[in-house]
């Protein structure tokens, strides 16, 4: 396979010439700066919010990227990953002729995203096992195949997708293949990461969202090759992360260590959650899981939810979604609050 950044970007792309400015090269040096008309003196609330960020987020990706393995070059930081997934599809899929490929059950953005963009899908379900039908997805992939979507562990199911799978699809497809790790930290496995060097092909993607602990923040990460990040620079909305946002992620990464022990205890509940779930009558079926939620499956899903939703309790229903059917996925919660599931389970007549 021969891997030719330039065929998979749209024309146009490969021609833009990325926003710049000066002060680039001033990045947390000292100045005078009166070129982009910000206030010179310090916000409102007394606070220095007053200076546009770091566009780039160096300092950030100079501490991200040893805790990855990667380089920061490698490093893309967007406002949650459903910023790179967008961007993504924008550089790469032209309207109405270029296509990407997804396998249902799967993370919704990717169709979210291929809607706004008028970007047909070509759908290639997984499994009943929730893997990847590598003939199949093999099969249906056209010249007009732009990117392949795949998300392990894979949200509804839960599940991480087989290693050979993905790298099958890595070594043939010759457009882009994004595996979405946002639920990585909770899996058996190691993350794509360390394969970057080997497949020019390959994103990755992760989120603080999840085992970080820091979904309101709207963070997200898209690792790829050098090539690949200054192509999503070059088409970012130039200031993507706020300077709040980039300061306290700058102080959670020294967090590395709770993040690792939450990590622990979330499994630990999870394993606990599925036990005791699978004692009551009502529970079919709890699929495996390598992620912080479970795709428990019912007699009757959409009436056990709307009895939880009755006693205060939000689950996701997943019943009308392929290969989910009769299923509800439950995110694994505090102890107090999955005893509280339990118990209120326990009580459905
Ligand atoms: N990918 C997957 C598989 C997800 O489940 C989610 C969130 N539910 C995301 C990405 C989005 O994460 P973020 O909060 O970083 O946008």
Not at 85 to 96: G, K, N, Q, S
Not at 101 to 129: E, H
Not at 141 to 150: A, F, G, M, R
Not at 320 to 333: A, D, F, M
Request: hydrophobic letters at 40%.
């Amino acid at each position: 396979m021969t891997f030719d950044l330039t065929k998979i970007l749209r024309p146009h792309i490969l021609n833009l010439v990325p926003y710049s400015s000066a002060r680039d090269e001033y990045t947390g040096k000292e100045g005078i700066f009166l070129d982009a008309n910000e206030n010179p003196y310090q916000s409102v609330n007394g606070q220095h919010w007053n200076r546009y960020p770091d566009p780039y987020q160096w300092a950030i990706k100079e501490k991200l990227a040893p805790i990855k393995g990667v380089r920061p070059t490698q490093i893309f930081l967007g406002n949650g990953s459903d910023e790179p997934i967008d961007l993504l599809v924008r550089a790469t899929c032209t309207p109405r002729e270029d296509t990407m490929l997804l396998m249902p059950p799967t993370y919704g953005m990717y169709q979210v995203s291929a809607d706004i963009n008028d970007v047909p899908v070509i759908k290639v379900p997984l499994t009943p096992d929730f893997q990847i039908d590598t003939p199949g997805v093999l099969a249906a992939l056209t010249p007009h195949t732009k990117i392949v979507w795949i998300c392990s562990p894979n949200n509804p199911s839960g599940n991480l997708v087989r290693r050979e799978a993905i790298v099958e699809i890595l070594n043939t497809f010759e457009g882009l293949v994004v595996v979405d790790e946002a639920y990585i930290d909770f899996a058996s496995e190691p993350s794509f990461t360390q394969e970057l060097d080997n497949y020019p092909n390959l994103i990755v993607l992760q989120t603080f969202s999840k085992a970080w602990g820091l979904a309101s923040l709207r963070l997200g990460m898209c690792f790829a090759s050098e090539a690949i990040i200054k192509v999503l620079n070059k088409i970012k909305p130039p200031y993507n992360l706020s300077g709040a946002t980039q300061q306290l992620l700058l102080e959670a990464l020294d967090y590395v260590e709770t993040k690792n022990q939450l990590v622990k205890d979330i499994l630990a509940e999870r394993e606990q959650l599925r036990t005791n779930l699978a004692a009551l009558p009502l529970v079919k079926r709890i699929y495996p899981s390598d992620s912080n939620f479970l795709l428990v499956e019912f007699d009757d899903a959409y009436a056990v939810m709307q009895y939880l939703i009755d006693q205060k309790i939000i689950v996701r229903d997943r019943s009308k979604v392929i290969l989910c059917e009769g299923c509800l996925r439950i995110t694994v919660g505090t102890l107090e609050e999955n005893t509280t599931l339990v118990q209120t389970l326990n009580a459905f007549a």
